[in-house]
């Protein structure tokens, strides 16, 4: 840690700023690859099928007809929305998952899950409130909300 302080105690502001802008570049990429990809979620062995995108929007809904039940209706209707209830579901949980994979590390470098705090900066360990989880009450520890 010697390298990001300098004798006085102070913190190397360019230092500091190049890795901010770094994280920041890194930040928007993810979070254009969210927005870029799409995810789905079936239900029905297939008979469903919902598209979502990386940012948790549903942008496509497929219903195949061979869910559909001409001889009772109203047992097909209810089954359908089941079916598409469950693949929306799906296709959520998978738009979870990839937002996960692509933002954790950015979670993790803010101190969340063990990126060992100082928002993963240099220079910055020990900061106050880096071991707070989002939603603790400022200045609380961690469960004693």
Not at 49 to 71: F, P, R, Y
Not at 74 to 88: F, G, R
């Amino acid at each position: 840690m010697g390298t990001d302080v300098d004798p006085s105690g102070q913190l190397d502001m360019q230092q500091l700023l190049a890795a901010a802008q770094q994280m920041q570049s890194q930040l928007l990429n993810a979070q254009q690859e969210l927005a870029d990809a799409e995810v789905e979620g079936t239900a029905g062995g297939g008979l469903v099928t919902a598209v979502v995108n990386g940012q948790g929007e549903l942008v496509d809904l497929e219903i195949s007809a061979q869910a559909i039940d001409a001889a009772d209706p109203q047992e097909s209707a209810q089954t359908i929305a089941d079916l598409v209830l469950a693949a929306v579901r799906d296709a959520y949980e998978a738009a979870s998952d990839l937002q996960q994979e692509k933002m954790g590390p950015f979670a993790q470098g803010f101190g969340e899950g063990g990126g060992g705090g100082g928002f993963g900066l240099p220079g910055l360990s020990g900061m106050p409130g880096a071991d707070e989880q989002p939603g603790d009450p400022p200045g609380e520890p961690e469960g004693e909300q």
